[in-house]
């Protein structure tokens, strides 16, 4: 070995230092490797990738000395084939053509800033039992918690109602007028049962305009989360419990998963520990964007702003929320 060592210019504990340095490098790729792969068993999905993974290792690692960096770690996540690929879309949820009521838009350029302030809908599907199941969901907008949900075999109006009622029952303080619920324009969300339901509990009502997804972006995330981390790993399976199944994921989105823009929070600490989402605030619209804080917006007074025959009336009333929809109220009387 010294002779080697000497053949080639370097010294036997130069030569037992960079063998060290391989297998110390190797061991602690292992060690990441395998809090990886813990992370994700108990996540139960095998669809959380760096972003997720990254901040939820870096406890274990600082505590056996261990440091990787980004970039590192996805590097070692692709050579071992443990990256997360996209899937396409199967089903469509959202029946908009229809004679029911509609309703504006209210939460373009809406300032979020606190929980039970806006509320959105939808729906996403899943294979299991060799049938398409649909999942209601409402999650809170300004947490990203789910706060309401239903599993059902069926696109029917009572079953995004049963969603609704899980949402007020877990939800018990909220402020008349004070909580706007917004969706698309499917059946189900503009059906008399909800609309009426949402009206009695003086909730404001918003809904996108037709085909505009991205007004009702954060719903979609939320869908594609739960799709894409979870329910498309147990397609085609049949041995299991779909409620149960559906009970548990929510609690480890709701409990366990960190959103980066929540500030690798889980939704349950901004929702309900009380934890800042963020030093500056959220403003809903076609794209997100911040702003630092401001006072508190005032509760409305009214909840009034159905499309329909003769019913053009909108509140009257200073806040913030409803400029996209005063103006459209002003445009409207300057035609008629």
């Known amino acids: 070995m010294a002779q080697l ?3 080639f210019g370097k010294s036997r504990q130069g030569y037992y230092k960079a063998l060290n340095y391989i297998y ?3 061991f602690e790729e292992e060690v990441v490797l395998s809090l990886v792969l813990k992370i994700r068993k108990k996540a139960k999905t095998s669809r959380w990738g760096l972003r997720k993974i990254n901040p939820l290792i870096q406890k274990d690692l600082i505590g056996m000395k261990i440091k990787i960096g980004r970039d590192k770690l996805f590097d070692l996540l692709r050579v071992n084939g443990l990256l997360v690929t996209k899937r396409k879309r199967k089903f469509f949820t959202t029946q908009s053509h229809h004679w029911l009521r509609k309703y504006h838009n209210l939460v373009e350029n809406m300032v979020v800033y606190r929980p039970n302030q806006l509320w959105v809908s939808d729906i996403t599907y899943l294979l299991l039992n060799g049938q398409v199941m649909y999942l209601y969901l409402i999650t ?7 706060v309401g949900w239903n599993l059902s075999l069926d696109l029917k109006a009572e079953s995004a109602l049963e969603a609704l009622k899980v949402a007020f029952q877990s939800q018990e303080n909220i402020n008349h007028y004070s909580l706007v619920h917004h969706s698309d324009r499917g059946v189900q969300y503009c059906s008399y049962d909800y609309t009426d339901l949402l009206k009695k509990k003086k909730v404001w009502i918003s809904m996108t305009k037709p085909a505009s997804p991205h007004e009702n972006a954060i719903a979609e995330r ?11 790993d147990i397609a085609g399976e049949t041995n299991i419990n779909p409620k149960k ?5 929510i609690k480890i989105y709701n ?16 929702h309900d520990e009380g934890f800042t989402r963020h030093d500056t605030e959220r403003v809903i619209g076609k794209k997100y964007n911040w702003k630092k804080k401001t006072e508190p917006v005032k509760a409305r007074s009214e909840n009034s702003n159905a499309i329909g025959p003769n019913d053009y009336s909108l509140a009257s009333c200073s806040s913030a929320e409803l400029a996209s929809a005063l103006s459209w109220y002003c445009k409207l009387n300057e035609t008629s």
């Open 5 to 7: 060592c000497e053949l």
């Open 24 to 26: 110390r490098g190797a």
């Open 140 to 146: 809170d907008a300004y947490s990203q918690k789910i």
């Open 222 to 232: 939320v869908n594609g989360i739960l799709k894409e981390e979870w329910l498309e």
């Open 245 to 249: 199944y559906i009970i548990k994921i």
């Open 255 to 270: 409990d366990m998963r960190p959103h980066e823009s929540l500030g690798n929070l889980t939704p349950n600490q901004v």
